[in-house]
């Protein structure tokens, strides 16, 4: 049975069985054989959830191949309008980043339930959008964002960018309005927009369209807080992580700040040579300072911290 805070049915929780091997963990001081034995049981215990349920397994499998064939037909259509070589290496890169997001979906195939226990027999719509998300982000670095925009492939690539960033609307949607709310969920959602906004960032800054210091920013609030919320959670324990207003506000004008200026790249370049553009960059600045500003004003512990920094 997972375990569930009475003061939320909004954050991610964690079964009793992943909270005991992490105390397990630091129990043991954070040793080799420590880790060696939590990634075994963990290893046994998805083992056993994949096993369990072979339905799910079916159709991780269709999202898997689904996944699979969006990504050759961007990369496809990419090579068709630049070098053969370079297609092949960008796909090569995409292929490991996937394969590390579908060990991540199998392995968690038995987060597949709501906070009250009840298990689903496939993986759900809202799962499957959040691991596409994740699984495809790295396509808008390339070749959306880093290689010469031919016009014709520009509206298909905006295309697929505006898709991606749409199924994080589209998944939480579906999930709150027809009671599909699941742990994989509250795990993938976030970890998907992470990497979506990550690899956005990175593409603009090699497009030029990205400065540094911004980039720094944007790389503390992303991937670092990330990094943080793993450490924490070794170090401190599963918690609830609930959002604060503030940090909702700072994802949402990122989001829109870094797809609005991937959207002016591909379709409207003229854009980003005027004064809007400059104020439009100004403006998540402000946003993002204010952000880390906050988290250091409620940094009263860990704990504070840790729920703070989640996306």
């Not at 991610?12 to 909270?19: G, H, N, P």
């Not at 034995?37 to 349920?53: C, G, H, I, K, N």
């Not at 499957?128 to 994740?134: E, H, V």
């Not at 994080?168 to 979506?196: H, N, Q, S, Y």
Request: proline residues 5%; charged residues 15%; hydrophobic residues 55%.
């Amino acid at each position: 049975m997972p375990h569930v805070d009475s003061t939320s049915d909004r954050h991610y929780a964690v079964s009793d069985f992943t909270r005991e091997l992490i105390e397990d963990v630091a129990r043991d001081h954070y040793s080799r054989s420590a880790w060696w034995a939590f990634l075994s049981r963990s290893w046994a215990r998805s083992t056993d959830d994949v096993r369990a349920v072979p339905a799910r397994v079916r159709s991780s499998l269709l999202w898997t191949v689904l996944g699979s064939a969006t990504a050759s037909g961007v990369i496809l259509l990419a090579a068709t309008f630049h070098t053969i070589h370079v297609a092949g290496l960008a796909g090569s890169l995409w292929l490991l980043w996937y394969a590390a997001t579908v060990f991540l979906l199998f392995t968690h195939l038995g987060m597949v339930d709501d906070d009250t226990g009840r298990a689903h027999e496939r993986l759900l719509l809202p799962n499957g959008l959040s691991f596409l998300r994740l699984g495809l982000a790295p396509l808008v670095m390339w070749p959306c964002l880093s290689l010469p925009t031919h016009p014709a492939t520009a509206p298909v690539f905006a295309a697929f960018l505006v898709a991606l960033a749409l199924s994080d609307t589209v998944d939480g949607f579906i999930a709150r309005r027809f009671k599909r709310e699941t742990r994989m969920g509250r795990m993938l959602d976030p970890i998907a927009d992470m990497a979506l906004a990550t690899f956005l960032a990175i593409g603009l800054l090699e497009a030029g369209m990205l400065p540094v210091p911004l980039f720094v920013l944007i790389m503390v609030r992303y991937p670092g807080s990330l990094l943080g919320v793993v450490v924490l959670y070794f170090a401190q324990g599963p918690m609830p992580i609930r959002p604060t207003a503030v940090v909702r506000a700072t994802a949402l004008a990122s989001n829109i700040v870094l797809i609005g200026t991937a959207l002016a790249l591909l379709l409207q370049p003229e854009w980003l040579t005027t004064s809007w553009f400059e104020w439009w960059l100004q403006t998540l600045y402000v946003v993002l300072v204010v952000n880390l500003l906050h988290l250091v004003r409620r940094a009263v512990g860990w704990e504070r911290i840790l729920q703070d920094v989640a996306p």
